[in-house]
């Protein structure tokens, strides 16, 4: 398994409000490589099962109505520890937590609509990679 890889969405909201090249910057600034990406929506069936974990949730339903509803940026990013780096520079799941800087605090509207994903381990980093590019899409 690879260990210096982690997965992003830029959620729908960070595409319908042009926040996608200021996200990158910040990407980018923090030291990550692009391995790969692409503009691309879930599907219903795409949203329940990346999400799987979370179908008890009361926000279950929200949650894939917010991540199927228009555009999201997938990318696969690399970089020396790059799970919990990533999920340093995005911040608390909500912004109202989320420190100074951090890309939720910056572009986050909400618990629900909070701007991006960052995958919460190598293992999961790795799956959710898969999930959304094929070995070929991968650089
Ligand atoms: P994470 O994205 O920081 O890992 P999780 O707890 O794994 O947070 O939740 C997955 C996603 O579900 C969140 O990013 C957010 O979009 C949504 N979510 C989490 N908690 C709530 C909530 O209390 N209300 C609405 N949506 C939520
Ligand atoms: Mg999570």
């Known amino acids: 398994m690879q260990t210096n890889r982690t997965f992003t969405m830029l959620k729908p909201d960070s595409v319908e409000k042009g926040h996608v090249g200021a996200i990158l910057e910040k990407i980018n600034a923090a030291g990550f490589r692009i391995v790969a990406m692409k503009l691309t929506q879930m599907t219903t069936a795409d949203a329940k099962a990346f999400y ?3 179908k008890e949730r009361p926000f279950f339903g929200e949650l894939v109505a917010y991540m199927t509803r228009g555009p999201i940026v997938a990318a696969i990013l690399e970089k ?4 919990e780096d990533f999920r340093t520079l995005i911040g ?5 937590d989320a420190a100074e800087g951090t890309i939720r605090k910056l572009y986050a509207a909400s618990i629900g609509e909070n701007a991006v994903h960052g995958s919460d381990s190598d293992e999961n ?4 990679g898969a999930f959304h590019f094929s070995g070929r899409e991968m650089f």
């Open 125 to 128: 980093a790795a799956i959710e």
């Open 92 to 96: 608390a799941t909500n912004p109202a």
């Open 80 to 83: 020396d520890n790059a799970v």
């Open 52 to 54: 799987a974990i979370h």
